[in-house]
């Protein structure tokens, strides 16, 4: 997915880790240097679908003005979710 609006510096990222980690989706997250937040989620279907709903809102601090989302091809070799630089 890809985040764009007022989504870097009001813990967006954070934001993203703990809903991945509630759902113990595998993937990770980072700041773009366009001022986008870009994730990529692994896991069951519906888990990652309700993570990206999530994600849509995300935090009260954030204001996410476009939300956009690409299929991915298999990426069963990631483990566990981190927030990349």
């Known amino acids: ?9 009001v813990g967006f990222r954070y934001f ?4 991945a980690q509630a759902f113990c989706l595998k993937g990770w997250v980072r700041n773009l ?4 937040v870009e994730a990529l989620f692994d896991g069951a279907e519906a888990d990652v679908n309700y993570a ?6 995300g935090p009260p601090s954030a204001f996410v ?3 956009e989302v690409t299929p991915e091809e298999d990426s069963s070799v990631l483990s566990g979710f981190g927030i990349s630089s």
Do not use: A, T
């Open 52 to 57: 990206l709903e999530r994600c849509r809102k």
């Open 33 to 36: 240097d366009d001022g986008s």
């Open 1 to 9: 997915m890809r985040v764009y609006g007022s989504v870097q510096g």
């Open 16 to 19: 993203v880790m703990e809903v």
């Open 65 to 67: 003005e476009r939300f």
